[in-house]
């Protein structure tokens, strides 16, 4: 029990424990005056046993209560049953024994009043019309009829009745349903319903000891989804909130006694296997991790027809103690290694989406330099382009030069130009570097980079207007080329600026296969194939513009 839990149930406790020996005292007083006993032990033996019995009753309870000095709240204690089970019947004989002795009327509060602590508003109010009910039979049978002022007093004190049980048994499942609100936000998360991370260190804490008593394993497996941002940003915060949501109940389906699941992180799930080997939690969390990827799918596909252009996938670590362990905190971090490795043994391309998700909320300025280390990597892995993206951007910016482009078109353009191949990470290298000629097969790969690169700059907040470039960079202006058979002025001005100069570079840039043209045998092709692949309106200005840049280039060379 944490702290702030066990000194509220204290505090409630205490006044509980109060309220229960006040009415046990009332219950004295009332005998006391219904006899007129003076102080000290002059008065009757049967008395003094009744009176000795009481003491005793009073102390017992008492030290039952302030000995564990905490209640659970949660449903009523053996002691206050037993004393219920005690003064219900006491306060009805001595009802009888005292005959019109009006006073007495007050103790079938007693009981009313235990049972409203002890049994809450249903509880207590169905003692209260118990007991007044049964007062009123009391008095009917005693003088075999009801007169006017026992009727009356007895009416007042049925009203009295009622309203103190209703109203303490109303405040104490007040309490207890705090008490339980107030667990579930400390211990659940609110969005999966699973235990929340905190919460989760607690009971794993609680587990491993009960393993080491018991001399038994525990698995534990972190599930993390793939590049979570990504589909937050495509598809919105709202639909990431319906998949995690979606998660939590999966889990929370699957995963029964003496397993348990728990959020770990924002996109991070943790379950736990008592006595289970590491070897079957494996099977179990693959088998989940298929349902979760299905679910989450589906969740996606109601957003838009297609599936989503990046798969939903899960990565997963796993770690046994004792095996791999011997604690909460190395168990955690030897699952956490586990998942790291899996997570960057992928690739390239899973480099790729993580630097892209650290981005997705940067301006373009801010972004530049990661992008620049992105675009390092495509020259590594595409030899034979090494600069390209470079010289792309440097001859595009060249004609937007002579367009007298605005300064914010010629942003769109320089970062669009620089990262036109981008998507040629998702392309294998034994097809970016052939020498010879490619298959049909290998080609429809390759003319596939334009819509992987716009696909994975789409989440980018501020990338919205560079994604089309390079998109459509390969479209031709007589609407042969690819991936959308765009034509004319269909193409975006800037996509038309890069495909001329995606072309002269290529063109002017020896290759595995070719030596590359002179300037003058690269413009001859231009415009031969001005109005079919070019922009007729743009070859002589592009030759004209990037002349210069030409030159200079095959200076330094």
Partial sequence: MRKWEQKRAQEISEYILVTHIVSLLIFLMIVFSFYNLPLGLHFPLYLLFMFIIFTATIIAYTAGKLLPRITTLEQPQIDEILLLAVIFPLAFIFLWYSHN???????????????????????????????????????????????????????????????LTWLVGGLMEVERKTRQELLQLADYDQLTGLYNHRYLQEKLALTLQKAAAENLPVSFALLDIDQFKYFNTVYGYQKGDEILANIGQLLGEEIKEPCYAARYGSDEFALVFPGKEKSEATRVTSLIKEKIVSRATVSLLDSERTPPFKAFTIVTGLASYPADADGVSSLVRAAENDLYRTKYSRGDAYLYYSIISEITHLKVKEAFPTLQTLVALINIKDRYTFGHSERVMSYSLALAKKLSLSEEEKDTLRYGAYLHDLGKIEVESAILNKTGSLTEREWEIMKMHTILGSEIVKPLLFFQDISPIIRSHHENYDGSGYPDGLKGEEIPLPARIVRLADSFDAMTTDRPYKKALTFSQASQELQKYAGKHYDPLLVDLFLEAVKEAYEKRNTYL
């Fill in 101 to 163: 002795f009006f006073g007495a009327k007050v103790l079938i509060l007693v009981p009313s009043i235990i049972a409203s602590t002890s049994l809450g508003k249903l509880g207590g109010t169905t003692a209260a019309v118990l007991t007044s009910a049964l007062l009123f039979f009391l008095d009917y049978r005693l003088h075999n009829y009801l007169p006017p002022e026992i009727f009356q007093t007895n009416s007042i004190i049925t009203g009295v009745n009622l309203l």
